[in-house]
Every structure is written in C-alpha cells, then in structure tokens.
C-alpha cells in the first residue's frame, strides 16, 4: 500500500481528510519540520493507530527517507510512547494525586539513547502522545521541544500530521465496517 492507495481508499465524505494528508505530508504543508522528521512524525502516528493499511501505507513512502535505524528507533518511540501515555494519563487523572509522586519503575531507557536525534525521538512521542491523548505526556514533549528549537508552527505541523493519520485510520475502519450497518448486524 502507498498513499495513494490510502488517498484513492478513502470515501467521499472523507474528501478534507484526503486532502489533507496530500498536504501535510510535505514540508510545504509542515512547516517548520524537515522532510526526515515528517517522515519519522508520520510513521510514529501511523503505528499508534494500529491500523494495517494506514501503517503499510505511510511505511511504503518513509522508507524512502529514513534509514533502517531510524525506522527502528520510530516503532521504539512509538512503543515506549504505548507504555507511558497509559502511566502517565493515570497519574494525571486518578484523583488521588499521590500516585504521580510515586516512582513509575518502569524500564525507560530508550529515552535516554533513542539512536536518532533526541528533538526528532520527542516529535514522534508528542504526535503519538496526541494520539493516544495523554495530556501530562503532550506538556511534556512540547515543552522538551521548545527548548531544543523547534518553532510553535513546528509543533502544531506535527499535530497537524498526527490528526491526519488518525483521521485516514478512522475513515478506513468505518468503511470496513459499513457492510455490518447494511447487513442489519448492528441492533437497533
């Protein structure tokens, strides 16, 4: 799968979703992200959606840009990402506050020696942050990514794509499961 294949999958109501994933894509559309860390942002956000097309789809063009080890330390992004937006997102919202003074002693150092470039490892976990919807994890990542340099309109570039990517997964899971809706599966 490419994504042109994911472009042409995509139903007709989902047409802006279409678009923007022709858009955002681009380092015109994302600005303030290089071609590279579109790549890794969009790879990052593809496996959060645990989607088979849409990570086949958007595997077939990084491939293109990133290395084998670059892809590597994507999917360990996007997997420590897996564990700690579930840690994290309890600590924040449990109303005991005592568990975030709790130490997480959980293994996390992948964060500490990602094999690509540190800025790059925490656009990938904010977009699989997002995602995810950890909000504790997202203050975090921004605020790592600011200091490193990277632009307000560089962030939200990576946002832009992670939303995409999400919405792409969203439109295709509906679209596998609008025959169950016509065949009378789902009870009224």
Known sequence: MTIQTL???LPEYAKDIK???GSVLTEEGSAGLTEQQIAMVALGSAYATKDA????????????????????AVKAAT???????????FTHLVSDQSYSTMP????????????IEKIDFELISLAVSAIEGCGLCIDS???VIGKHGISKEGI????RIAATINAV????????????????????
């Open 79 to 89: 997997t420590i990402m897996a564990m700690n937006n579930v840690y994290y997102r």
């Open 169 to 188: 997964a969203q439109a295709l899971d509906i679209e596998r499961h609008a025959s169950d809706e016509t065949s009378g599966s789902i009870a009224a």
């Open 141 to 143: 990542h921004v605020a």
């Open 53 to 72: 097309d849409v990570i086949g789809g958007i595997t077939g063009s990084a491939s293109t840009v990133l290395s084998a080890d670059e892809i590597k």
């Open 104 to 115: 997480a002693k959980l293994r996390m150092n992948v964060m500490a020696n990602p094999g």
């Open 19 to 21: 678009l923007n994933l």
């Open 7 to 9: 472009k042409a999958a």
């Open 156 to 159: 939200q570039s990576s946002i």
